[in-house]
């Protein structure tokens, strides 16, 4: 049985500075073996965390695409940002990979995709929809979310979005082992999913991030 966090990411995040190590120590103190890496705009991370974790690594990468972002997971090769939604699904399948949509209609969230008719529209691509999200402040986004999974028939997903080793834990999924992407659907769709809301100020720690990564630049 794996005790998985489907949404998680690292210092290649522009507001994570997670590294490597605290992240594998987090989730071994927290029971959690599976996880999701889902780094902003590239896969490297989680490609080369896969090789030096000692428990599962599904390789994604959340995409910005000109309506919000999109999680491909399985992945084998990063996709670019700010291509239109059908080329970034179409490069997901052509990889042989998951769409998921992660933290749909957070209305705090600038990435989130809130666009319900552009939702609607391309379903039928769509694998799996994150319904609960640690940094979803709301309860009643995750609410929508899960409507929307269930109005579709689509697998639902969770995770901390975590970009803090705090923050491993507050999401586990208790699910089947899986060899592949056919496998993690099955598995998934039978899983129990717990979890708990991440504070406010948790927010600080990606704002703090983003704009010591920022100043590096300039």
Known sequence: ???????????H??????????????CQKK??????LADHG???GARELSRMAPFKVIICEE?????GEIMGMFLREDIPDKISIEDTIRCIKEQNGLVCIPHPFDRIRPS???NLEKLESIMDSVDIIEVFNSRSLYPATD?????????????MSAGTDAHSPAEIGYVNIEMNDFSNSSEFLKSLSTARISGRKSSVLIHLI??????RKQNKKG
């Open 63 to 67: 995409v910005m695409t000109p309506f």
């Open 13 to 26: 995040s522009i507001d994570s500075c997670m590294s490597y190590d605290q992240l594998i120590k987090a």
């Open 112 to 114: 989130a995709f809130r």
């Open 1 to 11: 049985m794996l005790n998985a966090d489907l949404h998680v990411h690292t210092h």
């Open 206 to 211: 990606s704002t703090t991030a983003r704009l």
């Open 143 to 155: 609410k929508k979310a899960a409507e929307l999974a269930k109005r579709y028939h689509k697998i």
């Open 31 to 36: 029971g959690i073996n599976c996880i999701a």
């Open 42 to 44: 590239t896969t490297l």
